[in-house]
């Protein structure tokens, strides 16, 4: 499967920003997707997981302010985020879950996409 980010921007505090990714291939209904985030000079780290049937985890720096959802008919997965704060600057990646151990760590997750980045102005 290939993935591809967008949506990404500079926003001021406070905004909000809509990522997408679209992936191809028949079985995505089937992917449980993650999102996860790399900002300069730190590891990646988790965001939020959407499961097949669309039930959603997310960080804790996160929760409350992200949502994510999807549209099968679509193949594509979406991260809203509001309220978005200077430490959310980051590169927006999404990813396939491989299906063995935590939906939190990143090299649990394969066919990333390229990226797409956010930065949210102080």
Wanted: hydrophobic share 35%; net charge positive.
């Amino acid at each position: 499967v290939q993935l591809q980010a967008s949506g990404g921007g500079l926003v001021q505090t406070g905004g909000s920003l809509r990522l997408s990714c679209a992936a191809s291939g028949r079985t995505f209904s089937r992917y449980i997707m993650g999102w996860f985030r790399q900002a300069p000079g730190e590891e990646r780290e988790f965001v939020a997981v959407v499961t097949w049937s669309g039930d959603t985890y997310y960080a804790d720096s996160v929760k409350g302010r992200f949502t994510g959802s999807r549209d099968n008919a679509k193949n594509t997965v979406y991260l809203q985020m509001n309220s978005l704060k200077p430490e959310d600057t980051a590169v927006y990646y999404c990813a396939v879950y491989k299906g063995l151990g935590s939906t939190s760590v990143p090299t649990n997750f394969g066919s990333w996409g390229q990226g797409t980045l956010v930065t949210v102005s102080s």
